[in-house]
């Protein structure tokens, strides 16, 4: 049986897969089982930061399986506080305290938990417990129950019903709605820098500020998901330095990137104070409100350490920078009338397509024929909706790598069926 035939006959069918099968890596290529190279600014969806078999990665990884591969959160992990200082000080640049799990969805529903135990204990006027959390119109956040339901996607959430209670949608940009969604149930709000898998949309900085301004005027969590846009991807080490540089948020979610490939999410919690000046807001997730078996286990902690020093120690946001000029320069230079514009910022790129220009054939959306075809020219580059491709290759992508894909994307678009 070939692979794809095993797929058939014993993978669940959730996703609809491209037809090659990656077995080797190194740096931003990839090869597949028939030995055909691929240059890969897909990333695993901005995950290997690092690229395939990065060596500071491979012997911490290796290094850390040889010397302790697990041992429970009921002990004191060395790899798991360092990876804190090293998040907070370096990184967030804020204090607070941060909570290990293992993927994006899960840090999602870490930040659900919070805001309802920060409602609880500030409960509405008549002591009710608040627990809204408001969400935009084309996020996404995982696809656990809770984090599905605080998507504002319908087609995420398609069959699933009945959902979590206690979300609202609103339009993604629009501090007007947002402002009219706040009701006295209202706990937080939860919002993408860069929205990702909705097809590349910034946060605008005004935005932000208004967010920021309500959640103190109502007393409210302002917390953002970085599962895709943190760590350095979009040109600093957290995607809302990009947009608004002073903001201050009271939580934050990861994963993606942060492990380069290894499987770890996380959470942040604002050491603030809320209420008095006694009670820190991480104080509501106190022992025994929430854990993970493997969350935070040596082997997660050591390989993000080396990823996110990396990062650090090789200034890979600067190259993101870089590599962003590189890519809108050319693709500007090119006025491609199947181009419609380039948004988000670093390497976490979206580039939207004139559908008028590069019709969909009738089975499929452009944004997936064409990264069909890009794949036959040997460019891996995942879709985010029907109408924008995306780019996001490793940080450390070179200028040649870069100028390969987009001479590929160039000639896949003039040759476009
Ligand atoms: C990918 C993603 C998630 C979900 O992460 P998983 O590791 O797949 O659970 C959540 N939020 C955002 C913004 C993402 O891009």
């Known amino acids: 049986m070939t692979t794809s035939e095993k797929f058939s006959r014993y993978v669940l069918p ?18 597949d089982e028939d030995e055909v190279q691929y240059l890969d600014f897909c990333g695993g969806i901005a995950v290997t930061s690092l690229g395939h078999n990065h060596p ?11 010397t302790l591969l697990h041992c429970s959160n009921l002990y004191q992990i060395p790899q798991q506080a360092e990876l804190a200082e090293l998040i907070i000080e370096k990184c967030v640049g804020l204090p607070g305290k941060i909570f290990f799990g293992n993927s994006g969805a899960e840090a999602t529903d870490g930040l659900i938990k919070l805001a309802r135990r920060f409602g609880g204990a500030h409960p509405d006027k008549n002591g009710q417990p608040r627990f809204e959390v408001i969400t935009f119109h084309k996020s996404f956040h995982g696809r656990t129950l809770g984090a599905l339901s605080a998507t504002g996607q319908t087609k995420i959430q398609e069959g699933f019903a009945p959902l979590l209670p206690g979300f609202k949608h609103v339009p993604f940009n629009d501090a007007l709605a947002l402002q009219e969604a706040i009701t006295p149930q209202t706990a937080a709000i939860l919002l993408e820098p860069f929205q990702g898998e909705g097809g590349v949309n910034a946060a605008e900085a005004d935005f932000l500020l208004a967010a920021q301004r309500l959640c ?23 995607g809302w330095r990009s947009i608004l540089p002073d903001l201050e948020p009271d ?3 990861w994963a993606k990137g942060m492990g380069g490939g290894f499987p770890i999410g996380a959470f942040w919690v604002n050491d603030r104070f809320i209420g008095d000046q ?4 991480f104080t509501v997730l106190g022992p025994g409100s929430h854990g993970s078996t493997y969350g935070g286990n040596p082997l997660a902690c050591a390989a993000s350490l080396a990823v996110i020093s990396e990062i650090l120690d090789a200034d890979l946001p600067a190259n993101a920078l870089a590599r962003e000029k590189q890519i809108r320069d050319e693709i500007s230079s090119w006025n491609h009338p199947g181009i419609t514009e380039v948004r988000g910022s670093g390497l976490l790129l979206g580039i939207g397509l004139n559908i008028n220009v590069l019709t969909p054939p009738k089975d499929k959306p452009t944004s997936i024929h064409l990264c069909s075809l890009l794949l036959k020219n040997g460019l891996l580059a995942p879709p985010a909706g029907p109408e924008t491709i995306r780019f996001l290759p490793a940080l450390n992508v070179s200028e040649a790598e870069t100028a390969a894909a987009l001479k590929i994307l160039k000639s896949t678009l003039d040759t476009y069926e």
């Open 251 to 253: 939580a934050i979610s």
């Open 56 to 66: 500071k990665l491979t012997a911490a990884i290796s290094g850390q399986a040889a």
């Open 216 to 238: 103190k005027e109502h007393n409210l969590l302002l917390m953002l998901d970085e599962v895709q846009c943190g760590f350095g991807r979009t040109g600093k080490m957290m």
């Open 278 to 281: 006694q009670t820190p807001l």
């Open 14 to 31: 959730t996703y609809g897969r491209f037809p090659i099968a990656p077995v080797r890596g190194q740096g931003s290529w990839l090869w």
